[in-house]
């Protein structure tokens, strides 16, 4: 198993371009997240699914869109790229006869820049 | 609301001398407690969790953690610390406020070990 995966692994956007940051999975998890790494903020909740056709927002939703039509893959969109959406993007997954342990496995991430 | 507070960015210690990270924690009710590791350019990894039982956990890569509920702690310790233990380290906690399984880390502690 490839476990979960990101691409791209580093992207540069100007101010109001989008984009799309993959993440994909092959362990059949039902639960997948997206969490934004800033320094000294550790990691903050953006988008979650609890399965495919499910999202809800985290507690930093604003700027981004997620959707989730398959239960492998979990993208993130950015609409319009700002400076303060600089940061280290991970992706996560778990599985849903696991869910009470909240052991998640984690992407090697995204660092995206802004300019 | 659940929160987790790690007072060190960053912990120098020598190649074989015992190890200490520190992590204190605020929640309702009974608390869930986690260490992950983060490699350089790495994703997060999962190194142990506290739910119930024995206050002294035991994990990956000879890392333990003690649960002090009187002084609401969770440190994590190594007996003997290795160069390659070198990373960041994030404490967490379950957030029982929303309908997912969300985390809510801390925000981090650099491990330096020197040879």
């Known amino acids: 198993n490839a476990g979960v995966t990101q691409t791209p692994k580093f992207q540069v956007l100007k101010t109001g371009q989008s984009m799309t940051l993959q993440c994909a999975q092959d362990m059949n998890h039902e639960y997948m997240s997206w969490y934004r790494q800033d320094p000294g903020m550790g990691l903050r909740l953006i988008h979650y699914?609890?399965?495919?056709?499910?999202?809800d927002q985290g507690e930093v939703p604003n700027g981004y869109n997620v959707s989730r039509s398959t239960t492998e893959d979990f993208p993130l969109r950015l609409l319009s790229a700002a400076p303060s959406q600089t940061s280290v993007y991970f992706c996560?997954?778990?599985?849903?006869?696991?869910?009470?342990?909240?052991?998640?496995?984690f992407g090697p991430g995204t660092r995206l820049t802004v300019t | 609301a659940q929160s987790v507070a790690q007072p060190e960015d960053q912990v120098n210690v020598a190649e074989g001398n015992p190890l200490t990270v520190k992590c204190t924690y605020s929640v309702s009710g009974n608390p869930y407690l986690f260490w992950y590791v983060q490699y350089p350019n790495r994703g997060l990894q999962f190194l142990l969790k506290y739910i119930t039982g024995d206050n002294l956990v035991k994990g990956s890569y000879g890392f333990e953690a003690e649960f002090n509920k009187s002084q609401t702690s969770f440190h994590l310790k190594k007996p003997s610390a290795l160069v390659s233990d070198s990373a960041l380290y994030f404490c967490a906690v379950r957030d029982m406020n929303t309908g997912f399984q969300k985390l809510v880390f801390g925000t981090g502690t650099r491990l330096l070990v020197s040879p």
């Open positions: 996560a997954s778990l599985t849903r006869d696991r869910a009470n342990s909240y052991e998640q496995y």
């Open positions: 699914s609890v399965g495919a056709g499910i999202t």
